[in-house]
């Protein structure tokens, strides 16, 4: 049987057979309202957070659209090598059943396999701009049968200087063809450019900005700066950590923990940009298949990495940047399912964090564990307003072994504080 609401969007039976096998039942938001707009041959702006099925909502009417032997027809750019291959995976599994050839385009890895596919003139390619240029500089690729163009974390990518890239690629695309363009924000860059390389777009707002999954539990760990190592390593011991996303400011802060971890008998990787690409395979592949229960990263991965069933995300350090924070924590809690994101705080970062509570519209429960807390030293939060009047709880899966020593009024006291 067809799967239930699905069916109702005018999708063909190869696809509705290739969305049952994924086992999807029901559209999300974006899916509903991007997918009807896209098979009407409209453009479309979507605005939506991550883990809210934004691939199908551009893929699924993209695959509709191809008509078999006109060579490539589909092409979608994306900011990471992560994200590119992920797009290009879940493309091969919607078009299931069919000839259509997807390829990834990236770089880091060989050209051979890519040169086969521009040549073969595979239907939908997926590249990271940079990579795709290499080879259109080389003569390699025909985009003059290009159809569909999608532009996925255009924020991202913008936010990463690839606007002269993208720029140069339009410039051999068709100009007749259709565009979706696909942010979880909208700063003025974004907006520019949809305005400019769309016409009479639908413009979808699948969330408000800086809303996060619904199933996401949120906290805010209070912690001194040498204990981090320390509370990362209680908390991942405990029960219900299966798949934990840890993400650092830096490279080398990355590597370190990642050492630590491993020294400490806790199965770990490492993930940034440093790394050579068949490591960074391995490393995805390792964490996606639970070979390992914690993934240590960087920025990189808070895009375009879609493993399905990450229990926990943990910011290392708090985001410098309030759209980085819901991204990241966007790596859990995805397609409805529930997932915790935990972020460190030391005294140092109260600001940020505050500036952070600011631009999300809310506040984050604060959890203080007295052998790991800052509490007590000068720069403590107690009576900021945003606090006052309010008790931090413990998450679920903490139990009482941190706290077993304290009095129920001493801890009550020592929650109250900061918080």
Wanted: proline letters at 5%.
């Amino acid at each position: 049987m067809n799967p239930a609401g699905f069916q109702e969007l005018q999708i063909s039976p190869d696809r509705l057979a290739a969305i049952e096998a994924l086992g999807w039942t029901v559209p999300t938001p974006i899916q509903t309202k991007a997918i009807p707009a896209g098979m009407a041959g409209q453009d479309v702006v979507g605005i939506a957070q991550t883990g809210t099925g934004k691939t199908a909502a551009f893929m699924i009417p993209a695959l509709e659209r191809i008509k078999m032997g006109e060579g490539t027809q589909v092409l979608v750019l994306c900011p990471t090598r992560e994200l590119a291959q992920q797009v290009c995976a879940d493309t091969e599994a919607l078009a299931k059943g069919t000839r259509i050839k997807a390829q990834a385009i990236f770089g880091g890895v060989s050209y051979k396999e890519q040169i086969d596919a521009l040549s073969r003139g595979d239907e939908v390619i997926v590249a990271t701009p940079g990579r795709l240029i290499d080879h259109l500089q080389s003569k390699r690729g025909d985009l003059s049968n290009v159809r569909y163009l999608v532009l996925d974390e255009a924020d991202r990518m913008l936010d990463m200087g690839f606007r002269p890239q993208i720029e140069q690629v339009l410039k051999v695309l068709p100009r007749d063809r259709q565009t979706m363009l696909f942010s979880a924000t909208m700063p003025n860059g974004v907006h520019d450019l949809a305005l400019r390389i769309t016409r009479e777009a639908v413009w979808i707002e699948a969330a408000p900005p800086g809303t996060t999954a619904s199933g996401i539990e949120e906290f805010f760990y209070s912690v001194k700066p040498e204990k981090k190592p320390d509370l990362l390593l209680e908390l991942v011991s405990r029960p219900g950590w299966d798949a934990v996303l840890v993400f650092t400011r830096t490279k080398a802060a990355a590597d370190v923990l990642d050492g630590r971890l491993q020294r400490e008998g806790i199965q770990a990787d490492a993930l940034h940009s440093d790394r050579h690409m068949k490591d960074r395979t391995r490393a995805l592949e390792r964490f996606s298949t639970g070979k390992i229960r914690v993934l240590v990263a960087t920025d990189l991965a808070q895009r375009g990495l879609d493993v399905e069933g990450i229990s926990h995300v943990v910011n290392y350090d708090v985001p410098l940047d309030p759209e980085d924070y819901i991204h990241r924590i966007g790596r859990t809690g995805r397609a409805g399912a529930k997932g915790v994101a935990i972020t460190f705080v030391t005294a140092g970062d109260l600001g940020a964090m505050k500036t952070l509570e600011h631009r999300l519209g809310r506040t984050v429960e604060r959890v203080h564990l007295p052998e790991f807390d800052y509490v007590g030293t000068p720069q403590t939060e107690s009576g900021s307003p945003a606090s006052r009047g309010r008790r931090s709880r413990l998450p679920r899966g903490m139990g009482a072994r941190s706290t077993a020593d304290l009095t129920p009024e001493e801890l009550a006291e020592l929650l109250d504080q900061g918080s």
